[in-house]
């Protein structure tokens, strides 16, 4: 596909650890209900679901936060649950109640009958919707794919929506780990397929959130978590040379597997704000770009505390390419959008002064 050049490659230069003239940032749900022109959108959409399924009001709310703030990167407005629902596990959003499946994985027979959707038939709606806004960005910022990781899509297929303390999938891991394992293989094979998908759509980077990783202990993660988002990184082509699709694996309460992470040959490691961004880079050794890491909480504070907090931040991961900066998890819908501006504007301006 031909799409117009790209203006602004910091991101992308920041991912492949090149030098950058300031420090590229992007926002975790920078698309949402902290946006009342977000708000407006999806009223006119009737549901969160119809606005994620019609690509032009995607390709709507994706471009708003660009229109507002000076940030480096769009993100596809979607949802990661839009992998197990083409599996045929019938998403619905329940008023107030948040993701919820009609069918949940609960037995050996339903892993049985899950297969890897087909990506033209049943995600169509999504790769559309990547290529509108690829062509909609004019080259404006690289636009970022994603994906759920297989933990973290299974752990809301086996609980059936959001689950406080996981039982369901714990106790499937503890009790029949083969189980899924298996679920987990064939979810691994659907995110590698839709990753390619995307990134053959026009996505010029792709993140896999591995939102729960972090509920598991340390041998569990290993072994149902961490293991196929290695996977990911080995199996799916992303290109070799300086056209190469940087992908990043962000992960909540990953701070102890900063190590592993850098070693699946990934390009970048996403941290939440419970490890220091120095410490993490000492650790990883300069393998992989970093992205992260601000407390989101940071963004109700007043906007001296936010600058001086970004400016930590910044001093934190020091001098030298290889930081894409980014809250440690997502914008909540009561946070002020003026905030965010002040967030945005005080990244650019401190590290281009720095570096
Ligand atoms: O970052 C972006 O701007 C891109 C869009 C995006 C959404 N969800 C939009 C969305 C992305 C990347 C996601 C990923 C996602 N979805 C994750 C992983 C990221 C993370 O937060 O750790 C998870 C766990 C989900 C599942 C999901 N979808 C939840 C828990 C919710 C929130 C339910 C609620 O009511 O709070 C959703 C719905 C959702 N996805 C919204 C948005 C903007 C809110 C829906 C609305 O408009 O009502």
């Known amino acids: 596909m031909n799409?117009?050049?790209?203006?602004?490659d910091r991101f992308l230069r920041a991912l492949r650890r090149q030098p950058v003239d300031a420090t590229p940032v992007w926002i975790m749900r920078q698309a949402g209900r902290y946006l009342p022109e977000y708000?407006?959108?999806r009223a006119r959409a009737g549901s969160f679901l119809a606005?994620?399924?019609?690509?032009?009001?995607?390709?709507?709310?994706?471009?708003?936060?660009?229109?507002?703030?000076?940030?480096?990167?769009?993100?596809?407005?979607?949802?990661?649950?839009t992998v197990p629902d083409a599996m045929g596990l019938g998403l619905y959003f329940a008023d107030g109640e948040g993701p919820k499946f009609e069918r949940p994985i609960r037995s050996e027979a339903d892993v049985n009958r899950l297969a890897v959707p087909d990506m033209a038939s049943e995600l169509g709606?999504?790769?559309?919707?990547?290529?509108?806004?690829?062509?909609?960005?004019?080259?404006?910022?690289?636009?970022?794919g994603f994906s759920g990781s297989p933990?973290?899509?299974?752990?809301?297929?086996?609980?059936?929506?959001?689950?406080?303390?996981?039982?369901?999938?714990k106790a499937m891991a503890l009790n029949?780990?083969?189980?899924?394992?298996?679920?987990?293989?064939?979810?691994?094979?659907?995110?590698?397929a839709y990753l390619a998908a995307q990134r053959a759509a026009g996505a010029q980077a792709l993140q896999v959130f591995d939102t729960w990783g972090g509920v598991l202990s340390p041998r569990l993660y290993r072994e149902f978590s961490l293991h196929y988002m290695a996977r990911i990184a080995a199996e799916l082509d992303r290109g070799t040379d300086e056209q190469n699709t940087p992908l990043i694996l962000f992960g909540k309460g990953n701070a102890a597997y900063l190590e592993a992470l850098?070693?699946?040959?990934?390009?970048?490691?996403?941290?939440?704000?419970?490890?220091?961004?120095?410490?993490?880079?000492?650790?990883?050794?300069?393998?992989?770009?970093?992205?992260?890491?601000?407390?989101?909480?940071?963004?109700?504070?007043e906007p001296e505390t936010i600058r001086t907090e970004v400016a930590a931040t910044l001093d934190s991961y020091g001098h030298g390419p290889g930081h894409v900066f980014n809250l440690g998890h997502g914008v909540s819908p009561d946070m002020n959008p003026d905030h965010v501006r002040v967030l945005v504007d005080a990244v650019h301006e401190y590290s281009s002064n720095k570096i």
């Open 51 to 81: 606005l994620a399924k019609t690509p032009e009001l995607a390709c709507e709310v994706t471009l708003q936060p660009l229109d507002r703030f000076d940030l480096d990167a769009a993100i596809l407005f979607s949802d990661i649950l």
């Open 176 to 192: 029949s780990p083969q189980v899924l394992h298996k679920l987990l293989a064939v979810t691994t094979d659907a995110v590698i």
């Open 39 to 41: 708000r407006a959108t």
């Open 151 to 169: 933990w973290t899509l299974a752990c809301y297929m086996v609980e059936g929506g959001g689950s406080e303390n996981f039982s369901r999938i």
């Open 3 to 8: 799409f117009a050049p790209l203006k602004n």
């Open 125 to 144: 709606y999504v790769m559309d919707a990547v290529t509108l806004i690829r062509r909609e960005l004019q080259g404006r910022v690289p636009l970022i």
């Open 262 to 301: 850098a070693a699946t040959g990934t390009e970048a490691v996403g941290v939440d704000w419970l490890v220091d961004l120095g410490e993490a880079r000492a650790r990883t050794r300069g393998c992989v770009a970093l992205q992260g890491n601000l407390d989101p909480v940071t963004l109700y504070a």
